[in-house]
């Protein structure tokens, strides 16, 4: 079932924490302004970073609850603890590819961790499909933080702290 982020959770922030977050897969690191896609690049759905992948397991860049799975599987939410909402995105455009390189390893309301291995993509056909690959992790909920940073650059693997965030 499919439902959406909720704006509840905006208001749950908790004050002055920090949140550190992984690259989700082995690959390149780069700031959002990089992206290729304009929604992303002028941070329209907010601020965070994209890992352009070498491997095809993707792991939960936080520890939180999934809460939500998009019907086309190019998309998870994840709710911190700290009740940031967190958007994983896999792919550029690839929402019109009907989930068909996604296989999604959770389910909405499970917890997860930075161990969590949440989706396997299929690289191959993405490129195939002319679609770009980039692995997007984006903060919704950014007027409730106060600061950000891009920790690394360059090449990372799942297990690489990558950003870091403080809540207001």
Known sequence: MHSKISNDSINQVNNNKTENFNAVTTGSIHPIEESTDPAFRKKMMGDGYFIIPTNEEIFSPV??????????????????????????????????????????????????????????????????AKKDTSILVVITNMTKVDSYKLEKHGAVTSKDTVFSVTTK
Request: avoid cysteine; proline fraction near 3%.
């Open 63 to 128: 520890s939180g609850t999934i809460s939500t799975i998009f019907p086309t599987k190019h998309a998870i939410g994840i709710t911190t603890a700290n009740g940031l909402e967190v958007l994983l995105h896999m792919g550029i455009n690839t929402v019109e590819l009907n989930g068909l390189p996604f296989e999604v390893l959770v389910t909405e309301g499970q917890k997860v961790t930075t161990d969590s291995k949440i989706a396997k993509i299929d690289l191959s056909a993405i490129k195939e």
